[in-house]
């Protein structure tokens, strides 16, 4: 819990259950009678240019956020009622915390890392398949002679009794 908390922005709330009748200007006004407000957004969708049904108050003051979240947590708006809470931080795409929360420069040593493990990799799975392969076509090679064997025991008759008939002459 501890550590889901400490991304937490305590000043920031999230409001969610937004109707659509709802912009930025009624959002503020039904959060104003907490504390002074710094600034209130609701995210748009890009397909319809609507807010998505959420929204975000960033007030001044940490006491007055909490004052806002007790008091509206469940409250009715446009008919709607409202979920509100301490908002996360803002993530933008990749990583843990999202790349604007970290130069970009900042995982360039995990990224070398990484490129390095995918090397050895590939180094490993290489040599593998060069080891399998040569033990493939040891096991080849011996089944063959093994078969050329067989062919030497099988010694065709006619030729061996020509062979004994030379020897008993000589």
């Keep these: 819990m501890a550590a889901m908390m400490q991304g937490v922005q305590k000043n920031t ?3 969610g259950g937004l109707a659509e009748e709802v912009n930025e200007s009624i959002l503020h006004a039904a959060f104003i009678p ?3 407000i710094k600034d209130v957004k609701t995210p748009l969708d890009q397909a319809t240019q609507k807010h998505r049904s959420f929204g975000f108050v960033t007030f001044l003051e940490r006491e007055d956020a909490a004052a806002a979240m007790d008091n509206m947590d469940g409250a009715e708006l446009y008919g709607r009622v409202l979920t509100v809470n301490y908002a996360l931080p803002e993530k933008i795409k990749g990583g843990e915390q999202g790349w604007a929360a970290q ?7 995990t990224w070398f890392e990484r490129q ?9 799975e290489a040599e593998s398949r060069a ?5 493939e076509d040891l ?15 099988e010694i065709d008759p ?9 020897q008993q002459n000589n």
């Design 13 to 15: 709330l999230y409001v």
């Design 34 to 36: 907490f504390g002074d």
């Design 103 to 109: 130069p970009i420069w900042a995982d360039a040593d």
């Design 116 to 124: 390095q493990q995918e090397e050895e990799m590939r180094r490993l």
């Design 131 to 135: 080891a399998n392969q040569a033990a």
């Design 139 to 153: 096991r080849r090679k011996k089944a063959a002679e093994e078969r050329e064997g067989e062919k030497e025991d």
């Design 158 to 166: 006619m030729a061996k009794a020509e062979a004994e008939a030379l």
